[in-house]
C-alpha cells in the first residue's frame, strides 16, 4: 500500500527557515509526482508545490514562489519543502499526497493524503 507521511513541521519565527519532509513507501519506479498542500484553520485546503519524481520539474502556488523551495532524493523516495522567510500567514497544517504520473493536470488529481505536520509561524 501507498503510504506518505510528513515531519518536520514546527514553530519557527517569521523570517527564519524550516524543512519540511515527506516520507513515500509502497511506491515501484518514478512515474508519480508529490505535491504540498496546507490547510489554515478555517479555511480550505490549498496546494503549494509539487515535483515530479522522473524529471524533478517542479510546480509552486503564487503565495510561496521565491519563499519555498520543494526538491526529491529518490533514492530515500522522500521530498522536501523548504520554507525560507515564512510568514505568519504560512501557519497551517501541511500535507503531502501523490498523483500517479509525472505530469499534474489539477491540484484535484491528488491522492493518498498522508496525516499532516502543523507549522506556526511567529511574528
Known amino acids: 500500500d501507498v503510504q506518505l507521511q510528513a515531519s518536520g513541521g514546527g514553530l519557527v519565527q517569521a523570517g527564519g527557515s524550516l524543512r519540511l519532509s515527506c516520507a513515500a513507501s509502497?511506491?515501484?519506479?518514478?512515474?508519480?509526482?508529490i505535491g504540498w498542500f496546507r490547510q489554515a484553520p478555517g479555511k480550505e485546503r490549498e496546494g503549494v508545490s509539487y515535483?515530479?519524481?522522473?524529471?524533478?520539474?517542479?510546480y509552486y502556488a503564487d503565495s510561496v514562489k521565491g519563499r519555498f523551495t520543494i526538491s526529491s532524493d529518490n533514492a530515500k523516495n522522500t521530498v522536501y519543502l523548504r520554507m525560507n522567510s515564512p510568514k505568519p500567514e504560512d501557519t497551517a497544517v501541511y500535507y503531502c499526497?501523490?498523483?500517479?504520473?509525472?505530469?499534474?493536470?489539477?491540484?484535484?488529481?491528488?491522492?493518498?493524503w498522508g496525516q499532516g505536520t502543523l507549522v506556526t509561524v511567529s511574528s
Open positions: 499526497a501523490v498523483v500517479y504520473s509525472s505530469v499534474v493536470r489539477s491540484w484535484a488529481d491528488f491522492r493518498s
Open positions: 515535483i515530479s519524481m522522473s524529471d524533478r520539474s517542479t
Open positions: 509502497g511506491f515501484t519506479g518514478d512515474d508519480y509526482s
